[in-house]
């Protein structure tokens, strides 16, 4: 039961942070930056204290506890992972969100989950698997399947986008607009690279939710692992990521002049704000119930796999849904179809896994 609630949780997550540009799309006469940085206040300052006060009365206290070292490396990758949320968003803007999702999470997918076990191979710690436990269990060798087959998967969608480019050169320059495979892919790179940090964040914060967790069980003896353990540790990664976030929207909103967006008359103010609040919230969620999916699971490198596997599958069916094949041929959509269904196959892997434990 705990691995089926665990594949849920991450699937709650990962239709939430796959749905979270959605809103964006809807936002009407702001330039990216006046909508990026209103919507990362809820995201990453306003959301994520209010999550943990509600699940960890004493977060604060925990988070000063911890220490500086301990907080200082949390935040730090929080800081690294921020220019990989930032370079996101210019991701799927270039590359749409079925195909900037799947590069980017997918290379997110690949370091979040295998560089954390390299570590842990060199430096053991109780409750975490070394890269060798991947090799030699019957349950590692199943989640290495799975990450192999949710990697064709990425491929899949990656060749759809490729395809999608050449069927596009032939539309009209509005079928076009804003897509640019070339600075795009690029951006894709360095973004996915550095997502994985978030990962490493929450290994790095482990020692606030172990001690959240602890006094979740001195109160409630016998019932299993705190649910909620790691959103102290989201606090203080966001944190780092709110600081990367916030100055480059700041620059850009000085060099722009787009920070006259909130004064323009011709917008819907209250109808952006709201959707920005609604997609900066969501966003969030991701990790709230990624958290959850984790104390289920029980396996750092299952539960990235399976929250990035489910961020690509609902991203793309997303990218389906809101018509970014329209027009193309049908080889580009088989493409795309079939990498949704093998990321879709790479999810049950990755679930049965648990089983073999």
């Not at 220019?83 to 210019?90: A, D, K, N, R, V």
């Not at 079928?175 to 996915?192: E, H, L, T, W």
């Not at 490493?200 to 649910?227: R, S």
Request: hydrophobic letters at 50%; aromatic letters at 16%; charged letters at 10%.
């Amino acid at each position: 039961m705990n691995a089926l609630a665990g594949v849920i949780f991450h699937f709650i997550g990962g239709f939430a942070s796959g749905s979270f540009y959605v809103p964006y799309k809807r936002v009407k006469s702001w330039s990216w930056e006046s909508m990026w940085i209103l919507g990362g206040l809820f995201s990453w300052i306003l959301v994520p204290p209010l999550a943990a006060w509600v699940t960890i009365p004493d977060f604060m206290e925990i988070i000063h506890e911890a220490g500086m070292g301990v907080v200082g490396f949390t935040y730090l990758f929080g800081l690294l992972w921020g220019i990989g949320g930032l370079t996101y968003g210019l991701g799927v803007r270039y590359l749409g969100v079925s195909l900037g999702s799947s590069v980017m999470l997918g290379l997110s997918m690949v370091f979040g989950s295998l560089m954390p076990a390299v570590y842990y191979f060199f430096n053991r710690a109780e409750g975490k698997h070394g890269i060798d436990y991947f090799f030699t269990t019957n349950a590692g060798i199943a989640v290495m399947v799975g990450l192999l087959v949710c990697i064709i998967g990425v491929y899949l969608c990656g060749r759809a986008g490729v395809l999608k480019e050449k069927s596009l050169s032939s539309l009209s320059v509005e079928a076009k607009s804003g897509y640019n495979f070339g600075i795009g892919i690029v951006v894709a790179i360095v973004s996915g690279i550095l997502s994985a940090c978030f990962n490493y964040g929450i290994e790095a914060g482990k020692p606030m939710a172990d001690m959240a967790n602890m006094l979740w069980k001195e109160a409630n003896p016998g019932q299993g692992e705190f649910l909620f353990q790691n959103n102290v540790s989201y606090v203080v990664i966001l944190w780092g990521g709110f600081t990367t976030n916030f100055i480059w929207c700041a620059y850009l909103l000085l060099k722009n002049r787009s920070y006259k967006n909130y004064a323009n008359s011709n917008a819907p103010l209250s109808k952006n704000v709201l959707l920005c609040a609604l997609a900066g919230t969501t966003w969030y969620l991701q990790f709230f119930f990624y958290g959850m999916g984790e104390s289920r699971l029980g396996n750092g490198a299952s539960s990235w796999i399976l929250h990035m596997a489910f961020i690509i599958l609902i991203s793309n069916a997303w990218g389906v849904l809101l018509k970014e094949w329209k027009g193309v041929n049908k080889s580009t959509y088989t493409a795309i179809i079939a990498g949704i269904v093998t990321i879709i196959l790479s999810i049950c892997i990755v679930g049965f896994a648990k089983t073999l434990e």
